[in-house]
């Protein structure tokens, strides 16, 4: 199965965008290009429309003029310029009719009342030849049309003049009714492309977030499981392989990721096993020291003197101390590994810190503290056992730092989807610069000295240990007196 790599998913899925938005930035200019191109050649069709009913309306009023003059001067010249400017108008009309097929009628009317005007002139010519003729005299131009057949040559020339300036008239709206019918077409045409480039737009920016949700989510999904791996083998658990899908270059680092979990996982057996071996080998010299101090202490050797009972005494403390140390660096370690193994169930908080206050109420009373619960919150799934080892430790430290008559309080409360537990006392507190490291094994911190001889530096590790192996978090909280811990527990621990 073909796998990309992150770089190469990464620079497709920018390609792939980019060649989207490309394609409709692409089709929105041929649109924009062809709404142009049908706008120029419509607007030079219209002008072209609007030149030819100009021209066809000048041309027919120089035939009407030219008509006219040569119903009174009967100059041949006259009729020449009518023949003229109806050749023209005829052109004009030529160029209306097939830009207009439903003016044809009106344009075969034009045609017929122009050549009846042009036979009328013809008529009026000849009658005035005839006129000359028969009177003995050539027609000179200056006379004018006599005779009782002159009015009726008149009205045969004036009428279809004026039936022609109608039907130009006639031509002129019809060409503007096609520019306008033009311009309308052009404005719906506008917005069904304006509409559908919309629509482009919004298509491709939804393909483009998907494709780019869709990439960051294949992409980003072995990132968080790197993350989730990290934190893992941060809090020394190397049970749960790693395995790393997407791209191949992180499912390689993936790999190498679970071999350094095997790896940190030997190590931790190897460190494990030396520090029980180690222990081992020091405990038995260690009791055969302790013994034959006894033994000196007893006397069996001979009376000692009040300096060698100091020194024997001095042994024998520091011995016990070794003896203390060796035994508490053990049970943190089974704690360390006993922390990775929950068995959670439904716990009630409030209960199962009120069960501990009740315990550890002798160890109250003995240092005169008060110890209180209050608040509550939903269940959380837990491992009661190792959480009441916890609340126990935490609680434990909170009355033995705490002076005689003052109170204990531990407040529990809902807190987003899980609870939230503090624990408040009147002791020394916590340094600002040692509130990281005060859950460290065996660090006590620079306050310890206020109240000399309790603890060990192990009770707020272990409980930093179980907690964490929760899901959770335990902190110090700044506080004007005293100490504050908080301990967070998400609802699906």
């Known amino acids: 199965m073909l796998r990309p790599s992150f770089r190469t998913a990464l620079l497709a899925s920018y390609l792939a965008i980019v060649g989207i ?19 120029r050649e419509g607007g030079a069709a219209a002008v072209a429309l609007s030149s030819a009913v100009q021209q066809l309306g000048e041309r027919t009023v120089d035939m009407e003029r030219s008509a ?63 006129r000359a003729e028969s009177a003995g005299m050539m027609p000179t131009g200056s006379r004018r049309p006599v005779g009782a057949d002159a009015p009726d040559a008149t009205r045969g020339v004036t009428a279809p003049l004026a039936r022609l300036v109608e039907l130009n008239d006639a031509f002129a709206l019809r060409v503007r009714e096609r ?51 990290i934190a893992e083998l941060g809090d020394n658990r190397f049970d749960a392989p790693i395995a790393v ?13 679970d071999w350094l979990r095997l790896r ?38 001979g009376r000692l003197s009040p300096e060698q009972r100091e020194v024997t005494g001095i042994l024998d403390h520091n011995a016990r101390a070794l003896q203390e140390r060796i035994e508490q660096l053990l049970d943190y370690n089974a704690i360390q590994f006993d922390a990775r193994r929950l068995e959670l169930r439904p716990t009630a908080l409030s209960a199962l810190a009120h069960q501990v206050a009740a315990e550890l109420q002798l160890q109250a009373q003995a240092r005169k503290v008060r110890v209180t619960v209050s608040g509550d919150a939903p269940p959380v799934a837990a491992d009661a056992g190792k959480l009441r080892i916890a609340l126990s430790n935490l609680l434990a430290n909170a009355i033995n730092f705490s002076p005689e008559g003052e109170e204990v309080r531990m407040q529990i409360s ?33 306050r310890r000295a206020q109240r000399p001889g309790k603890g060990n530096g192990l009770g707020l590790a272990i409980v930093r240990e179980f907690v964490t192996a929760h899901g959770g978090s335990v902190e110090v909280v700044r506080a004007t007196t005293g100490a504050h811990f908080r301990i967070e527990l998400p609802n699906g621990a």
């Open 264 to 301: 940190l996982a030997e190590l931790e057996a190897n460190r494990n096993r030396v520090l029980r071996h180690v222990s081992h080998e020091l405990k038995t010299p260690l009791s055969s020291l302790r013994e034959g101090v006894a033994l000196l202490a007893d006397g069996v050797l």
């Open 414 to 446: 809902a807190q987003g989807g899980g609870a939230r537990i503090d624990c408040c006392d009147g002791g020394p507190g916590v340094a600002p610069a040692e509130e990281k490291r005060i859950f460290e094994p065996f660090f006590q911190g620079s």
């Open 245 to 257: 899908g997407g791209p191949s270059d992180l499912r390689q680092l993936g790999h190498r990721m």
């Open 21 to 39: 938005l490309a394609a409709v930035a692409a089709s929105g200019w041929l649109s924009l290009e062809q709404f142009a191109r049908n706008s």
């Open 68 to 130: 006219r003059q040569f119903l009174v001067l009967e100059d041949t010249i006259l009729r020449e310029r009518f023949a003229a400017a109806h050749a023209k108008a005829v052109g004009a009309l030529a160029q209306l009719e097939t830009a207009l097929p439903d003016a044809r009628p009106i344009a075969h009317e034009w045609r017929t009342l122009a050549e009846r005007t042009r036979n009328a002139l013809a008529s009026v010519a000849m009658d005035g030849q005839v």
């Open 179 to 229: 520019i306008d019918a033009y311009n309308l077409d052009m404005l719906e045409a506008l917005d069904r492309k304006r509409e559908a480039l919309a629509g482009q737009i919004v298509a491709a920016i939804v393909l483009a977030l998907a494709l780019a949700a869709l990439t960051g989510w294949w992409l980003l999904r072995p990132l968080r499981r790197f993350e989730r791996a």
